[in-house]
């Protein structure tokens, strides 16, 4: 069966410093791959997604990355982190068309 | 471009029914997918029409009208348990935008 793992579920980090998430997924091969961020008791906005390795389509400009190394891995990198980029992080994964998305357990970020 | 629109905030009572309502303009268009959120989690996928039509899934149905761009939520016999955010999605293409979310709370 197809399983989804981000990490870590909890991250508390200074202004400025960088920032990497990381998003697997398995039993599953050429997955659809989004990062979505949330703000508290907001929706969910679509920040990166990828179709392949190495192929980004990135959503909203921001001091935010994402990269994909492999087939089913897919991480959110930030050289520098804001106040502003606070929020409850989530990877999601779509087999064939986003018909169906399944997503991590989530990764709530607190820049302080 | 897309585009999704869902009230916000919906409150009904214990036992009720419930209808989230969802307005949708996006290109390539092949069909409509539910989500709920509980607070502190992530969503979980709750169904999907991919033809004009009612889709019924134990307490919760969903229903599509591709001419009309609009497709809803329906929540049976509300349980204090549903008391959630739920989003629409259309699909389309390879992005996947999910509407700004209804929050629901159920009273007893």
């Known amino acids: 069966s197809q399983t989804i793992h981000q990490w870590p579920a909890t991250l508390v980090q200074p202004v400025g410093s960088p920032l990497s998430l990381e998003c697997t997924v398995e039993g599953t091969s050429n997955p659809n791959l989004y990062w979505y961020r949330q703000a508290a008791g907001r929706g969910l906005q679509l920040l990166f997604y990828s179709v392949g390795i190495g192929q980004i389509s990135s959503e909203v400009p921001q001091n935010l990355s994402a990269s994909r190394p492999q087939d089913r891995q897919f991480i959110l990198s930030s050289k520098k982190l804001l106040l502003s980029d606070s929020g409850f992080y989530l990877c999601a994964w779509v087999e064939t068309g986003p018909t169906e998305a399944f997503f991590g357990q989530g990764t709530r970020l607190t820049v302080v | 471009g897309q585009s999704l629109e869902q009230p916000s905030e919906v409150t009904a009572v214990e036992g009720a029914i419930v209808q989230i309502n969802c307005t949708y303009q996006?290109?390539?268009?092949?069909?409509l997918s539910w989500y709920q959120q509980h607070d502190g989690g992530a969503p979980t996928f709750l169904s999907y029409?991919?033809?004009?039509g009612l889709e019924e899934t134990g307490r919760f149905s969903s229903f599509l009208s591709r001419s009309d761009s609009y497709g809803y939520l329906l929540l049976q016999e509300l349980q204090m348990k549903d008391s959630a955010s739920y989003f629409c999605a259309p699909g389309g293409s390879y992005k996947l935008i999910f509407g700004s979310g209804t929050r629901l709370l159920v009273r007893p």
């Open positions: 996006t290109s390539g268009f092949y069909g």
């Open positions: 029409n991919g033809l004009d």
